[in-house]
């Protein structure tokens, strides 16, 4: 028998982005724009116009959400949405209807909002006059941002998020080139992953000095970094990747202080930010509430074979490997499967952050339609290899409550099959299938084994 704490939320994560569509939005993000500029770069030249429609469709999702025995449930605010003037914080009032109409139907439902700030959506305006968070001015407009996000709709959140995994557009956009504005320069990414940083501290700190009394924290995809083996340079190796793509933000966000280590690379390689002292001040003052984790698939890495002749990225100091042991998902790219590693995720924030109260955000097996199959003849889609994988990473969240981890609750990925950036459609996640033709939302065998474990807050 594995229970859970009393009041531990289920539920599931999606973003404003990947499910609203564009309707009624008065201003684009990067997304509009670079699908309108390149739709070739996207799977089946699929476009974040209509995705789930849930602008339109937010109340019969709602309804769904209750069948499935949700208590939470996490989305996310569009900045091009709500503001219409980004210089001034001028609102859309069509956007603050939709919004509260939203939250309130949650609240109705017994559906807790957690309300997350950014979600890889920078207004293509705020990107193409100041280059996003390139630039310090944006920090001060996403604040404003913010600051108008609490005002409408905090007398109802009582949780909220800063950041959905900030190293995405610091990797997407400036080192490795998945993302809008596909730059590829260290030194901006470094400046690019300060600024969030930044911009983070000063929401955390205005939260609080607008006196509001509720949580905020962020939600970061944390991925442990395996060695290949216990040889000093496999050793060393691990210790790098977790210190970029984890301690990175870990640190700063929750410590309020950036690792020596890192900072002593950037200088190393000339790619350190420019900072002020009231800046890092602003950091060390601001204080989390909780910690979102999102979590899908371990890292492996191994001492570098071939050293490169300079930094590029942090592959500078490692190479990948593919475990020979490994589990691999066929109905996803063949992704290591390894659900231990949730068990150490919560054991490093236990021994390591203080044992910050924490909740698994985002925690996802994908499969596609060929894999999932049909609709079989009791009108359900046949999903249960997920539920099989979401049980065994469920086994590691328990045994690590159980040895005095903060975990408060877990989220799946995601509600209704929703836009996945340039994959489109191909990777299904969610408790619903959506059906792109009719926007039909058809349900899954796995839901029917997580409303039990939600209803009874335990399962066998």
Not at 55 to 80: G, H, P
């Amino acid at each position: 028998m594995y229970n859970f704490p009393k009041g531990f939320f289920f539920g599931a994560a999606t973003s404003g982005v990947q499910s609203e569509g564009s309707k009624n939005q008065i201003n684009k993000s990067i997304w509009n724009h670079w699908f309108q500029i390149e739709p070739e770069k996207f799977i089946d030249e699929i476009g974040p116009e209509i995705v789930c429609d849930t602008y339109n469709k937010f109340k019969e999702d709602v309804s769904l959400m209750k069948e499935v025995n949700f208590n939470s449930f996490r989305t996310s605010i569009q900045w091009a949405r709500l503001i219409k003037d980004f210089e001034t914080g001028e609102v859309c009032e069509d956007a603050v209807r939709f919004y509260s109409e939203y939250i309130d139907e949650l609240i109705k439902n017994g559906i807790e909002p957690i309300i997350n700030l950014y979600h890889f959506d920078m207004p293509i305006y705020l990107q193409d006059k100041y280059g996003g968070f390139e630039n310090k001015k944006v920090v001060q407009l996403f604040v404003l941002f913010a600051q108008k996000a609490f005002e409408l709709f905090g007398d109802r959140v009582k949780y909220w998020t800063t950041f959905n995994e900030p190293i995405v557009p610091v990797e997407g956009g400036y080192l490795y080139n998945f993302h809008y504005p596909n730059k590829k320069d260290p030194k901006l990414a470094v400046q690019v992953a300060y600024n969030i940083i930044l911009a983070h501290s000063k929401v955390v700190n205005l939260y609080k000095e607008l006196g509001f009394t509720k949580q905020i924290g962020v939600i970061l995809n944390l991925t442990p970094s395996y060695p290949r083996s216990q040889n000093e340079k496999d050793l060393s190796a691990a210790y790098m990747a977790d210190l970029f793509f984890n301690r990175s933000f870990l640190d700063p966000m929750l410590k309020g202080e950036f690792p020596k280590d890192l900072c002593e690379v950037l200088k190393e390689h000339n790619l350190s930010p420019e900072i002020e002292k009231t800046e890092l001040e602003e950091i060390k003052k601001s204080k989390v509430d909780f910690l979102g984790v999102n979590y899908y698939v371990p890292r492996r890495v191994k001492a570098k074979e071939i050293k490169d002749e300079k930094f590029e990225n942090p592959e500078y100091y490692f190479d990948y490997y593919i475990n020979p042991e490994g589990r691999f998902n066929p109905y996803r790219d063949n992704n290591e499967i390894h659900p231990v590693a949730l068990y150490d995720i919560a054991k490093n924030i236990q021994e390591n952050y203080n044992n910050i109260p924490w909740y698994l955000a985002e925690i996802g097996i994908a499969m596609d339609l060929e894999s999932e199959g049909s609709i079989s003849e009791d009108g359900f889609i046949d999903d249960t290899f997920r539920t099989e994988l979401m049980r065994e990473h469920f086994i590691q969240i328990h045994k690590a409550i159980e040895e005095g981890s903060s975990c408060f609750g877990i989220h799946q990925w995601t509600f209704i099959d929703c836009w996945s950036w340039m994959n489109s459609f191909k990777r299904r996640y969610g408790f619903y299938r959506l059906d792109l033709v009719t926007g039909k939302r058809i349900k899954k065998k796995h839901s029917i084994w997580f409303a039990e474990v939600a209803k009874k807050n335990y399962f066998k």
